[in-house]
C-alpha cells in the first residue's frame, strides 16, 4: 500500500475519531544538562514485558503493517532513517551528533551519514548514504552496502505490494524500472494510455476510436486491477492501524477478532471509510445492501470495490482524490495501471534503476529529480535487510543488474514470513499465540542491551493500569492518557502522583493536534472571503471559541491534555516555543490590537472580556447592534446571525471541544448570535460537509508528518475531499509562496522561517482555531524497571524503544 494511504487514513481518524496516535514530547526544562552514553545500572537478567495492541503476524521487515508493527521492527531490525526528537533527521550517525531539545543535550548515533549535494543545473538531489563497517546480522553475517540496495530494490520491485514509501519517491530511473522501459516507450506508450484515459473508464471502444480494441482492454484490465489492489491496501492498513481501538465502536465486532479474522476485515473497513454504517444490528451499505454481521454474513472486496465504483460513477480519479487528500500525484490508481500498461507494451529491458548508485562496499548515492524537504523521509524510510537471507547471493551482482532476487519474484522474501533475521538489538526468538519473545543481540553496533530478554504480549481488554499491576505483570505499555487514565494511576502510587512507586509515568505529547475549522467560503461578508470584514466575522467567532479552551479540555482530558495556539502540533520543529517573547494566546487580541485579557483575570471576567470584543468584530464586519436590547438584529450581505457547527461526539458530546462549543453558543445567544451544535451519531454526515465544502464550522485534528505537508491542509489548490484537503477555504497567493518555497528549501532554518511566517497567515485569516495537543502515556513499572534507565524526552519521533537496549529492570 503506498504512503499517501497512510496519511491519510490518519487524517480520517483525526476527522471523526479524533486522533489518539501514540507519540510523545519531551521536557521543556531550560538548564543543560549532559546526559551519559549509558546510564550506570546493573545488567538485569530479567524479561522486560511489554503489552502491544495489534502485531500483523507477518514480522516482515518489508512489510510491517499493524500499528505495533514498529515496535517489533526498532526492537529487531535497523534503518538508515534516524530522527532526532523533533523529527529531523541525523545526519552523522557514524560519529554521532549532539542535539539540544528543551534546554538539554541529547546524543544521537545511528548505522550511516547521510550527506546532500544539490546539482542546481541538472535539478538532481544527490543522497551519499555511507554505513558504517561494524554492523552484524544476527547469524554473524557482516552487512554492508549490497544489503541496503537489496532491500531497496525489493520495494521497488514491480510485484511488492507492501506499504514502503521507497517506491513511490522521486527516484531518478525508478519509473522506468517500474514498468521496463526506456525513455521513449515510457513516453509513447504513456501518451497512449493518457488518450484512452481521457475518454474515461468504462468508455465502451468503437471503430471510431484513434486506437485498438486491444488496447482498450488492456486500459480497462489495468485500471481495475489497480484500483481493486488500492481497495485491498486500504483495508488491510486500516484494519492493523485502528481495529483495535475502533472495532466495537464502528462493527460491533471485537478487536481481536477483527484482527484476527480476515472475513471481518472489508466490513471494518467500509465502515470506517464511510461506505457503510452499523444501526441497529444491521450493516447497511451505502447503496442500501444489508448484512448481519454477527451471524457471519458479511461483505467480501468485491462488495467493497462495488459500492466505491457506483459512489464514484466510475471515476478512479474521483476516487483517489477522496482517499488522498486531493493531492493526484505519481501514485494514483490511474499512474499506478499507467504503469502497468507501458510495462505490458514495452520491449525494453530496464533491469537498474538509474538512481541507486553502489559507490564501494559501504557507500550508496541515490539521485532525485529535484529537491523537495520531505523527500528524505520516503527515500530511506525503510529496514536494512540481510541478502543472504531474504534473498540469494548467487543472485545478485550489481554490476551485471541483479539484485538477490528474480525481477518481479519476491517469494524468498515472502516465505520468511514470521522468521525474521535482522541487526537490531533484539533477536526474534519466538512467536507463541499473543506473544512475541526476543533476546538481546549481544553484537549490537551500539552496545548490547542491558536487559536479557524482552517479551511482546497483547493487551487484553481492561485498563493497561491494570495491566501494569495485574498478575502479568508488564512492565511498559503504551496508552492514550485520559482524566480516567490520570485518576486511575495517580490512585495506583501511594503518593497520589503519576509517578510513584508502582508506575513511573512519561507523558509524550502526540504528533496531532485539535482544532476548530472555519470555513472562509461559507462564514464571510458579501462575496469576499478575504476582506477586513469577513476576516472580522470569523475573528468574532474565533475570540469566543479560544477563551473557553482551557475549562473544557481540561474537563475532558486533565493532565493528558494541554491548550496550543498554533495551527501546528508542538511535536514538529516549526512550532513556537512557549517561551518565545513572541509566542501569543491564539484569538486574544482586540479590534485595535490590544489584549483582550491576561492571565490574572477570573475566568468569568476573560468570558465577558472576550465577549465583548467579539461584539467589536461583529459590528467592524457590519452587523447592526441595538444597544437597548443589547443584541445584533441584522447581519451584513452575504452573512448570517446564526451559524452550525459539527461537533463528531456520537450524538453524546463525547468529544474535546463540544464544551467549547456549548459555552460558546450560550455567549453568543446573548448577542443575538445563534450557534446550533450539530452532533452527528454517525461520521458520513460530516464527511460529505467537508467534501462538499458546504460546512461552516466543525472540530476535528490534523495529524503531521516530521518534515511538516501544509499543501494538503492550506494550499489554495488543495483540493476538498472526504479525507483531507483545504476544507478552510483558503485562497491566499502569499501562503501559498511560503508553502511552496519551504519545500523545495534545503535549509532547515530558512524552511522554519517560510513554516512560521505560514502560520501566522492562517491565523490571520481566523479559519482555525487551534485546541488542544493531544497526549499519550508511557507507562513503566516502578517495581521493576529501574528509573534511571528511561530514555528521556521521548516524543512522537523518538519513542521509548529507541533506547530499549539501555533499559534496565531492578
Known amino acids: 500500500m503506498n504512503n499517501k494511504i497512510k496519511r491519510t487514513i490518519g487524517l480520517f481518524t483525526a476527522l471523526v475519531l479524533f486522533v489518539t496516535a501514540m507519540a510523545a514530547c519531551g521536557s521543556e526544562s531550560t538548564t543543560e544538562v549532559v546526559l551519559p552514553e549509558e546510564p550506570v545500572v546493573e545488567e538485569s537478567d530479567g524479561i522486560l514485558r511489554v503489552g502491544y495492541s495489534a502485531l500483523s503476524g507477518r514480522l516482515n521487515p518489508f512489510y510491517p503493517a499493524a500499528a505495533d508493527d514498529k515496535l517489533f521492527m526498532g526492537l529487531t531490525q535497523v534503518t538508515p532513517l534516524l530522527?532526532?526528537?523533533?523529527?529531523?533527521?541525523?545526519?552523522?550517525?557514524?560519529?554521532?551528533?549532539?542535539?539540544?531539545?528543551?534546554?538539554?543535550?541529547?546524543?544521537?548515533?545511528?548505522?550511516c551519514d547521510i550527506t546532500l549535494?544539490?546539482?542546481?543545473?541538472?535539478?538532481?538531489?544527490?543522497?551519499?548514504?555511507?554505513?558504517?563497517?561494524d554492523i552484524f546480522f544476527w547469524d554473524g553475517h557482516k552487512m554492508d552496502i549490497d544489503d541496503v540496495i537489496f532491500s531497496m530494490y525489493v520495494l521497488c520491485d514491480p510485484s511488492y505490494d507492501g506499504g514502503s514509501a521507497v517506491r513511490y519517491s522521486p527516484i531518478c530511473g525508478?519509473?522506468?524500472?517500474?514498468?521496463?522501459?526506456?525513455?521513449?516507450?515510457?513516453?509513447?506508450?504513456?501518451?497512449?494510455?493518457d488518450k484512452i484515459n481521457a475518454a474515461g473508464f468504462g468508455h465502451i471502444w468503437s471503430w471510431r476510436d484513434k486506437w485498438k480494441q486491444g488496447q482498450q482492454d488492456a486500459y480497462d484490465t489495468a485500471v481495475l486491477s489497480e484500483w481493486k489492489k488500492d481497495i485491498a491496501a486500504v483495508t488491510e492498513y486500516c484494519v492493523s492501524s485502528y481495529a483495535e481501538q475502533y472495532s466495537e465502536q464502528l462493527i460491533g465486532i471485537p478487536s481481536d477478532t477483527v484482527i484476527s479474522g480476515e472475513e471481518y476485515h472489508t466490513a471494518f473497513a467500509m465502515a470506517a471509510w464511510g461506505f457503510a454504517k452499523l444501526d441497529g444490528g444491521v450493516f447497511t451499505t451505502a447503496l442500501g445492501s444489508t448484512f448481519t454481521l454477527t451471524d457471519g454474513d458479511l461483505p467480501t472486496?468485491?462488495?467493497?470495490?462495488?459500492?466505491?465504483?457506483?459512489?464514484?460513477?466510475?471515476?478512479?480519479?474521483?476516487?483517489?482524490?477522496?482517499?488522498?487528500?486531493?493531492?493526484?500525484?505519481?501514485?494514483?490508481?490511474?499512474?499506478?495501471?499507467?504503469?502497468?500498461?507501458?510495462?505490458?507494451?514495452?520491449?525494453?529491458?530496464?533491469?537498474v534503476i538509474s538512481g541507486i548508485e553502489r559507490i564501494d562496499d559501504h557507500t550508496v548515492r541515490i539521485l532525485t529529480d529535484g529537491y523537495n524537504a520531505s523527500d528524505i523521509y520516503s527515500i530511506l524510510d525503510f529496514y536494512v535487510a540481510p541478502l543472504h537471507?531474504?534473498?540469494?547471493?548467487?543472485?545478485?551482482?550489481?554490476?551485471?543488474?541483479?539484485?538477490g532476487f528474480e525481477r518481479g519474484d519476491l517469494s524468498s522474501v515472502t516465505a520468511k514470513d514470521g522468521a525474521p533475521l535482522g541487526a537490531g538489538m533484539y533477536v526474534f526468538e519466538s512467536q507463541s499465540g499473543g506473544t512475541v519473545s526476543l533476546v538481546r543481540n549481544s553484537n549490537y553496533y551500539a552496545s548490547e542491551p542491558l536487559t536479557e530478554k524482552i517479551e511482546l504480549v497483547s493487551?487484553?481488554?481492561?485498563?493497561?493500569?491494570?495491566?501494569?499491576?495485574?498478575?502479568?505483570?508488564?512492565?511498559?505499555?503504551?496508552?492514550?492518557?485520559n482524566s480516567s487514565t490520570v485518576d486511575e494511576i495517580t490512585g495506583a502510587n501511594s503518593n497520589g502522583e503519576l509517578t510513584g512507586d508502582r508506575i513511573t509515568t512519561i507523558i509524550s505529547d502526540a504528533d496531532a493536534y485539535g482544532y476548530i475549522g472555519i470555513n472562509a467560503e461559507t462564514v464571510k461578508v458579501g462575496e469576499d472571503k478575504d476582506s477586513e470584514e469577513s476576516m472580522d466575522l470569523r475573528r468574532a467567532l474565533a475570540t469566543v471559541f479560544s477563551v473557553y479552551r482551557d475549562e473544557a479540555v481540561d474537563a475532558y482530558y486533565g493532565q493528558s491534555a494541554r491548550v496550543v495556539n498554533y495551527p501546528m502540533s508542538e511535536t514538529s520543529y516549526i512550532a513556537y516555543d512557549r517561551?518565545?517573547?513572541?509566542?501569543?494566546?491564539?484569538?486574544?487580541?482586540?479590534?485595535?490590537?490590544?489584549?483582550?485579557?491576561?492571565?490574572?483575570?477570573?475566568p468569568a471576567d476573560k468570558y465577558q472580556a472576550a465577549l465583548n470584543a467579539a461584539t467589536e468584530y461583529f459590528i467592524a464586519a457590519g452587523y447592526i447592534y441595538d444597544e437597548e436590547i443589547d443584541k445584533f438584529v441584522a447581519a451584513p450581505e452575504g452573512a448570517s446571525l446564526s451559524f452550525e457547527v459539527i461537533v463528531p461526539g456520537g450524538g453524546a458530546g463525547d468529544h474535546p471541544s463540544y464544551g467549547i462549543m456549548k459555552a460558546a453558543a450560550e455567549a453568543l445567544g446573548k448577542r443575538g448570535i445563534v450557534l446550533s451544535i450539530t452532533d452527528p451519531t454517525g461520521n458520513s454526515l460530516m464527511w460529505g460537509r467537508l467534501r462538499s465544502g458546504s460546512q461552516q464550522i466543525w472540530c476535528a485534528a490534523h495529524t503531521v508528518t516530521p518534515e511538516p505537508k501544509m499543501r494538503d491542509n492550506y494550499y489554495s489548490s488543495s483540493a476538498l475531499t472526504t479525507l483531507?484537503?483545504?476544507?478552510?477555504?483558503?485562497?491566499?497567493?502569499?501562503?501559498?509562496?511560503?508553502?511552496?518555497?519551504?519545500?523545495?528549501?534545503?535549509?532547515?532554518?530558512?524552511?522554519?522561517?517560510?513554516?512560521?511566517?505560514?502560520?501566522?497567515?492562517?491565523?490571520?485569516?481566523?479559519v482555525e482555531v487551534p485546541v488542544y495537543q493531544r497526549q499519550s502515556f508511557i507507562l513503566f513499572s516502578s517495581e521493576s524497571v529501574d528509573a534511571e534507565s528511561i530514555p528521556g524526552a521521548l516524543t512522537a519521533y523518538y519513542p521509548w524503544y529507541r533506547e530499549a537496549h539501555l533499559i534496565a529492570l531492578k
Open 724 to 766: 483531507g484537503g483545504n476544507y478552510h477555504g483558503l485562497s491566499d497567493e502569499i501562503l501559498d509562496y511560503y508553502i511552496a518555497s519551504a519545500e523545495i528549501n534545503s535549509d532547515r532554518m530558512s524552511r522554519l522561517m517560510y513554516y512560521r511566517d505560514a502560520l501566522d497567515i492562517i491565523l490571520e485569516w481566523a
Open 579 to 602: 517561551t518565545d517573547e513572541n509566542y501569543r494566546t491564539a484569538f486574544s487580541l482586540s479590534d485595535d490590537g490590544g489584549e483582550i485579557y491576561n492571565d490574572i483575570m477570573t
Open 389 to 403: 537471507y531474504y534473498g540469494s547471493e548467487e543472485l545478485y551482482s550489481y554490476s551485471d543488474g541483479v539484485f
Open 174 to 193: 525508478l519509473d522506468n524500472y517500474i514498468t521496463d522501459s526506456d525513455d521513449e516507450e515510457y513516453l509513447k506508450y504513456g501518451a497512449e494510455f
Open 117 to 133: 549535494f544539490m546539482d542546481e543545473a541538472a535539478d538532481i538531489a544527490e543522497y551519499t548514504v555511507r554505513i558504517r563497517d
Open 459 to 481: 493487551l487484553s481488554d481492561g485498563s493497561p493500569v491494570d495491566g501494569i499491576m495485574n498478575e502479568l505483570s508488564f512492565d511498559v505499555i503504551v496508552t492514550g492518557g
Open 83 to 111: 530522527l532526532d526528537r523533533v523529527g529531523d533527521v541525523v545526519e552523522k550517525g557514524i560519529s554521532g551528533e549532539t542535539v539540544s531539545y528543551g534546554g538539554v543535550d541529547y546524543s544521537y548515533s545511528g548505522i
Open 301 to 351: 472486496q468485491e462488495d467493497f470495490y462495488n459500492e466505491v465504483f457506483t459512489v464514484y460513477e466510475g471515476d478512479p480519479e474521483a476516487y483517489w482524490e477522496d482517499a488522498n487528500g486531493g493531492e493526484v500525484d505519481s501514485d494514483t490508481v490511474i499512474s499506478a495501471a499507467r504503469n502497468a500498461y507501458i510495462y505490458q507494451y514495452s520491449e525494453s529491458t530496464v533491469s
